[in-house]
């Protein structure tokens, strides 16, 4: 079955950076797009980051030029590089991935930015 575990994560101070890991299993994980998601405290889950099969990457507006998605197929790995990390980055992230209609998630990795 599909499997996402994640690792990276903690507290950072604003302006820090982070890198957050994810690790796929169970899928064919080169041709699948690959998400980054994050759910602040009272808000909803948001998509983060996208990276496709060919490495074409996408962002939310709020973290373009901060945030960089990367995979490594040859190790079935999804990053995220948070840069620059703002206040209003803290909460949970999740990595994804839609496999035949269906949505895989990671376990959630919590992110908190303080000084």
């Known amino acids: 079955q599909v499997r996402l575990v994640q690792s990276g994560g903690g507290l950072v101070q604003p302006g820090g950076s982070l890198r957050l890991s994810c690790a796929a299993s169970g899928l064919t994980f080169k041709i699948h797009t690959m998400d980054w998601n994050r759910q602040a405290p009272g808000n909803q889950r948001e998509l983060v980051a996208r990276i496709d099969s060919r490495g074409s990457t996408n962002y939310t507006d709020s973290v373009k030029g901060r945030f960089i998605i990367s995979r490594d197929n040859a190790r079935n790995m999804v990053y995220l590089q948070m840069n620059n990390v703002k206040p209003e980055d803290a909460g949970v992230y999740f990595c994804?991935?839609?496999?035949?209609?269906?949505?895989?998630w990671g376990q959630g990795t919590q992110v908190i930015v303080s000084s």
């Open positions: 994804s991935v839609n496999r035949a209609g269906e949505v895989y």
